[in-house]
């Protein structure tokens, strides 16, 4: 089953990486006959219920970017999104297609889904607003904080930042973001020991939501 065009659905290519943004209206109708059998029983047994509708969206819009990078003869079921063994999604494909790697992320009524050939990648999307200051120390390191006082509007972009890294960098332990400090250059971040790797980035506007994406 090849996906019929999906309503506010978006999709732009960022240096390699397909990047697909579904929005959804609250009350719009939901479908599961994109999912493959091991999808929908995950679905069924393990997502909580309020958690499902977001779930699901995040499958299709994975699906649909892989049809845009791939062609519409990759079909919908036979992809399958499954998550690996610390959450991070991970897309199985038909023999002799990919591998492809992947990120997705949601806010509200919309997900995000990052797919790459080349690398690692990660994604996040957050509505375009301030960060609180009594929230600063769960992600930016002192340097960070003292450096988001001068310039309160580079901290929602650390936000962002931090948390596509981490996807993209999948650390065998989870770490705290405050622990991750990179190195900012012009589309290019690098992080010192003992992750010594460098990736590129950018940050893109969609309405009102911020999104940024980091590949290795
Ligand atoms: C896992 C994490 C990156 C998810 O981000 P979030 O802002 O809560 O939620 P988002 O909507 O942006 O992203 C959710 C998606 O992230 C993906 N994800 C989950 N765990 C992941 C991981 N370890 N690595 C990469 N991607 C992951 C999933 O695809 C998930 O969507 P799905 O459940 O529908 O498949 C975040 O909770 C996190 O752990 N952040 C940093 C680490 C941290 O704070 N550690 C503290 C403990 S030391």
Not at 74 to 91: K, M, N, S, Y
Request: charged share 25%; aromatic share 6%.
């Amino acid at each position: 089953m090849a996906i019929a065009p999906l309503e506010r659905f978006s999709f732009l290519w960022w240096n390699g990486v397909g990047v697909g943004v579904l929005e959804e209206r609250p009350e719009g109708p939901t479908s599961k006959d994109l999912l493959s059998p091991s999808e929908r029983s995950l679905l069924e047994e393990t997502v909580l219920p309020q958690r499902q509708r977001e779930w699901l969206r995040g499958r299709l819009v994975c699906k649909q970017v892989i049809q845009e990078l791939l062609g519409p003869e990759c079909l919908a079921p036979q992809v399958e999104v499954l998550p690996g063994p610390q959450g991070e999604p991970r897309v199985h494909l038909p023999e002799g297609l990919g591998p492809l790697d992947v990120s997705l992320s949601h806010a509200r009524t919309l997900s995000v889904a990052a797919v790459t050939a080349r690398g690692r990648v990660g994604v996040d999307v957050e509505p375009v607003a301030p960060i609180r200051q009594e929230l600063w120390r769960f992600f930016l390191s002192p340097d960070e904080r003292a450096r988001c006082e001068r310039e309160p509007e580079l901290a929602p972009r650390l936000w962002l930042l931090k948390e596509a890294l981490y996807k993209a960098l999948r650390p065998p332990q989870p770490v705290p973001l405050r622990t991750l400090q990179p190195e900012l250059g012009e589309g290019v971040l690098r992080l010192r020991a003992p992750f010594e790797q460098e990736f590129t980035f950018t940050f893109l506007a969609m309405g009102n939501h911020l999104l940024a994406v980091v590949r290795s």
